[in-house]
């Protein structure tokens, strides 16, 4: 069974790092694009950070210039280095997986169980 096991959440102070990491465990053929999303108390779940299988990237405004993303697809892992956090970078970082194949099965969209991240002041 495929799923996404996220890790490297924590707690860290404004201006601190951290990397997240997201592996998809299985027997995986293919992974479309991977991202980084976050949820905050009382807001909508947004997306962070987006890479697709060539390297192509996309960043919200909000984190271009402190958070890289990144993956391994030899590892089908993906990664996300967060630099200068802030306050309000804090929320619960879920990895998502678009167009995955394994063996005969193919999921349009995958989650994981998500990881906190605290930035505190």
């Known amino acids: 069974q495929v799923q996404l096991v996220e890790s490297g959440g924590g707690l860290v102070q404004a201006g601190g790092s951290l990397r997240l990491s997201c592996a998809a465990s299985?027997?995986?053929?293919?992974?479309?694009?991977m991202g980084w999303y976050r949820q905050a108390p009382g807001k909508q779940r947004e997306l962070v950070a987006s890479?697709?299988?060539?390297?192509?990237?996309y960043y919200a405004d909000s984190v271009k210039g402190r958070l890289t993303i990144s993956r391994d697809n030899a590892k089908n892992t993906v990664y996300l280095q967060m630099n200068s956090l802030k306050p309000e970078d804090t929320a619960v970082f879920y990895c998502?997986?678009?167009?995955?194949?394994?063996?005969?099965?193919?999921?349009?969209?995958?989650w994981g169980q998500g990881t906190q991240v605290t930035v505190s002041s």
């Open positions: 890479i697709t299988r060539s390297g192509s990237t």
């Open positions: 299985g027997s995986i053929s293919n992974i479309n694009a």
């Open positions: 998502n997986a678009e167009g995955l194949s394994s063996g005969s099965y193919y999921y349009n969209s995958l």
